[in-house]
């Protein structure tokens, strides 16, 4: 079957081009620019780059940004003091704090000190909960990539059986209560997926579409999908590659090239869902400055 490929560059470039158009605007009428605060804690290598990359895309569309850095010994009471600061900070719009923290931070601690007015990750659980309310929220980045994928590209989903892999609370959890919502996209018969699911093949096989978030390398192959499926990719897993200049390749949790031939659309990794979940941060923080949602 010949399958379309879902661009993530295509469609996080789109976006960022109307945000940056958008700050012209505000800028040429004098109004607030747009300012996003990240914290980084640790050198993760991983967090490093996706933190390099939001800062980047800042600069892009002509957000301030400020990063802060802090070793990995830092402590929680440290942490939360600066999330507390910045809470204070009218200068700034939106805070993200990159995961994973180190073990001795509760991450969820961290979230819940972020105010939910500056959590532009749509971490915090008063977002979560206004999400699942379908009350204007700022929806977790990742989800809401996807979401502005499926509406970009005009696939329907309206009354199709969409199966969700993974329910985490950034991606699998929020992803299928968006899916499910009476909204478009949306309106899908949603199943969600997880570690305990039994015979997981026999329900992807009836799916119009996947969605999978599980972070286990090409775990999806080409039996376990129907012909037509389309094909939603978020994983991401490094793999020591000596061959590539960065020393690794990424690799999604779908079996790309079996599972393809099947779809009428797919999405790459990389090139897919990773770069949509910029844009959606970004589009978040113009939401949190224009204080469209609260
Ligand atoms: P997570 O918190 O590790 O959750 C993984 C989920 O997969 C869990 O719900 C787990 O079930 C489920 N699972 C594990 N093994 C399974 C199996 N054999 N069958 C069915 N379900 C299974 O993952 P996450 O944070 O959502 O991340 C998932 C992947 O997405 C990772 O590769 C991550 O790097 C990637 N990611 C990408 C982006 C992006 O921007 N593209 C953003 C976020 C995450 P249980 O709940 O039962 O344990």
């Known amino acids: 079957m010949a399958y379309q490929l879902l661009d993530g560059k295509k469609i996080s470039e789109e976006i960022l081009t109307e945000i940056a158009a958008e700050v012209k605007i505000i800028a040429a009428k004098g109004g607030k620019i747009p300012h996003l605060a990240a914290i980084l804690v640790g050198s993760d290598g991983a967090s490093i780059t996706y933190v390099n990359n939001k800062v980047k895309s800042c600069e892009r569309v002509g957000f301030i940004s400020t990063l802060i850095t802090y070793d990995a010994n ?37 979230v819940q000190t972020i105010l939910p007015e500056k959590d532009v990750d749509g971490f915090h659980p008063t977002n979560f909960g206004r ?25 329907p989903t309206d009354g199709k059986h969409c199966v969700v892999i993974g329910r ?17 996209p949306g309106n899908a018969t949603v199943t969600l997926c997880h570690s305990r699911t039994k015979d997981l093949k026999y329900i992807t096989l009836q799916a119009d579409i996947i969605i999978i978030a599980l972070g286990k390398a090409e775990f999806l192959t080409a039996d376990m999908v129907k012909e037509g ?61 224009k204080k469209e949602v609260y």
């Open 74 to 110: 830092i402590t929680e009471e440290q942490l939360l003091a600066k999330v507390i600061e910045i809470n204070n900070d009218s200068s700034i719009d939106g805070l993200i704090v990159q995961s994973p923290l180190p073990k001795h931070i509760s991450e969820s601690k961290v």
């Open 131 to 155: 999400l699942a309310l379908g009350l204007p929220t700022y929806v977790s980045a990742t989800p809401n990539g996807v979401m502005e994928m499926l509406k970009r590209y005009e696939i």
């Open 168 to 184: 985490s609370n950034i991606v699998g959890s929020p992803m299928s209560i968006l899916m499910s919502r009476n909204a478009n």
């Open 229 to 289: 499926a389309v094909v939603i990719d978020v994983g991401i897993t490094r793999m020591v590659d000596g061959t590539k200049k960065s020393g690794y390749r990424l690799l999604g949790d779908v079996k790309f090239d079996e599972v393809a031939e099947k779809c009428s659309y797919i999405t790459p990794v990389p090139g897919g869902v990773g770069l949509t979940t910029i844009a959606s941060l970004l589009s978040n923080t113009l939401k949190a400055a």
